[in-house]
């Protein structure tokens, strides 16, 4: 009986607010270095407004777009969460449904 062909890791996009430029720069970089997202997008420029501690509060970030894979997501978590100096850093993590299937496939190669 033959075996049916094995599921593709689930290509995810992820989300991550960054208090500036250097540090969204540095954690890309580390990223993508250490094979643990194929690639980040940077968007410069947004504006996030939130409760902290009791208070509304509105800041200029950084916002990282990086795409990885499920199976590399939890190494991927961990080096974020070392690198990030927020005390609560925002990563979301959104299965990416549909897509060129030539370029899920190098996402899911690493890059």
Known sequence: MARPPP?????????CSCPDAVCAQEIAEALVGEQLA??????????????WQGAVTTERE?????KTTA????ALKS???ELHPYELPELIAIPVER?????LEWVR???
């Open 79 to 81: 080096r974020l969460l």
């Open 62 to 66: 950084e916002l990282l777009l990086i």
């Open 38 to 51: 194929a690639c980040v997008n940077r968007v410069p420029g947004i504006s996030s407004t939130y409760r």
């Open 71 to 74: 199976r590399r997501f939890e």
């Open 109 to 111: 190669a690493g890059g």
């Open 7 to 15: 599921t593709p890791d689930p290509v995810l996009l992820c989300y």
């Open 99 to 103: 897509g060129h299937d030539a370029y």
